[in-house]
């Protein structure tokens, strides 16, 4: 995106320049009148072609954050229950919008809006930022005249994914930083303190045990290949993440590892049936079609097994099939949770059995984070205490021997 230099006339009636990034000229004019600017002029900032290739990977680096994503749709609920016009509204959250990419997609929401977009279509541009989910809660709450509701709604989803995210990390991050920690300190044990032990020992003319020789092999395969080991890693990341990243096959291992993992695994299924109840139930209780619902999922639930079951029961469904038959021959989808779809679907009341359903895994998953925590210390307390033992013998075992080769010498 080029980057232009402006000057212009604020509404104060004062001269101002800068420089703003856009598509084009008239695209630069339409930014500036959205922000209130009369343009005088505008050129293409060719002396600063540098600055504008910082600006452009300083615009691709920055993200949007969950939290500014929730804030950005509490202020837009609130302002439209106020009865704020669309564009006023969007002119004052830019104002308020701290964040550089927010508030430069703001600008280009307007712009669309102002030329005859609908809110869907203005939304729709930056999928990166805004899920489908995000989009199709604004086209039903668009076309169904009660879009403050849905975004109420679709605020619960998002603090309510941002929620179960948040304390799975905070379960991870205690075990993560252990090992991180373990790595660090076994190879420099292994690549500092280990072979000047051994020389020592070597030259003291003491036979070195098992757990020596093991740290001694080890500290020369690293220090005579650690070029090779490094560059297979990164090798093998790059690889390893193309697969699972960029294959249809890759996604489906890793999503299928994912859930079959033993201690983990339970824990992601449950957040999985948590994710697909409670964002069926509020895309049924917003008058999103069935249908219509399951396409969303496909591309929210953040499971890429799931998905492809929740897409051949959408498959079936529109052959006329109910929801809850289709979803029985699934994998990873409980008894619970097909059972009480069929109840759901029988009795007439779907949206309530599929709340049941995501307040019952709520709980469940808050339990098993819980547990997870609980069980993850102990294991590794006695892996840290493998680790230190291994390198404990491997020092003190030829200290015993020396020092009674230096008993013998007296």
């Not at 009865?83 to 508030?103: A, C, D």
């Not at 045990?209 to 090779?228: G, S």
């Amino acid at each position: 995106m080029p980057n232009y230099i402006y000057r212009a006339i604020n509404q104060s009636g004062s001269n101002v320049s800068g420089e703003i990034m856009a598509d084009s000229i008239e695209m630069a004019e339409n930014m500036l009148s959205t922000q209130g600017y009369i343009p005088s002029k505008i050129i293409e900032g060719g002396g600063a072609l540098s600055f504008g290739w910082w600006k452009k990977i300083e615009m691709r680096l920055t993200s949007v954050k969950v939290n500014e994503l929730i804030l950005f749709t509490k202020q837009f609920r609130t302002m439209l229950i106020a009865g704020l016009p669309i564009i006023q509204l969007f002119g004052v959250l830019e104002n308020q919008t701290e964040n550089k990419k927010l508030r430069n997609i703001i600008v280009s929401i307007t712009i669309n809006l102002r030329e005859g977009s609908t809110l869907y279509d203005a939304f729709a541009k930056h999928t990166g930022v805004f899920s489908p989910l995000y989009c199709s809660m604004i086209r039903a709450g668009e076309q169904s005249g009660t879009l403050p509701e849905v975004l109420g709604r679709l605020i619960y989803i998002l603090e309510h994914e941002h929620k179960i995210k948040s304390d799975v990390k905070s379960a991870l991050q205690y075990p993560v930083i252990v090992l991180v920690a373990l790595v660090i300190a076994f190879i420099v044990l292994l690549t500092f303190v280990i072979p000047k032990f051994a020389g020592i020992f070597s030259r003291a003319g003491v036979e070195l045990p098992l757990p020596t020789r093991a740290c001694i092999l080890l500290y020369q395969f690293l220090d005579n290949y650690w070029q090779w080991i490094i560059t297979g890693i990164i090798i093998i990341i790059i690889a390893v993440r193309y697969y699972y990243k960029e294959t249809e096959a890759g996604k489906y291992l890793w999503h299928t590892l994912t859930l079959d993992i033993p201690v983990t695994g339970p824990l992601f299924l449950k957040t999985m049936m948590s994710r697909f109840a409670s964002v069926f139930s509020i895309l049924q209780s917003s008058g999103v079609p069935v249908l219509d619902s399951l396409d969303i999922l496909c591309g929210t639930i953040g499971n890429y097994v799931i998905a492809k079951e929740i897409s051949l029961t959408r498959d079936r469904v529109e052959e006329g099939r109910g929801i809850s038959g289709p979803l029985k021959s699934a994998k990873y989808f409980t008894p619970m949770v097909v059972d009480m779809i069929a109840v759901g679907e029988e009795s007439g009341k779907l949206e309530e059995m599929l709340r049941e359903i995501s307040v019952h895994y709520d709980d469940e998953v808050e339990y098993a984070v819980k547990r997870l925590s609980d069980a993850i210390g102990p294991v590794l307390i006695v892996g840290l205490a493998v680790v230190v033992g291994f390198f404990a013998l491997s020092i003190f075992l030829p200290m015993w021997d020396l020092t009674k080769i230096v008993r013998k010498g007296f």
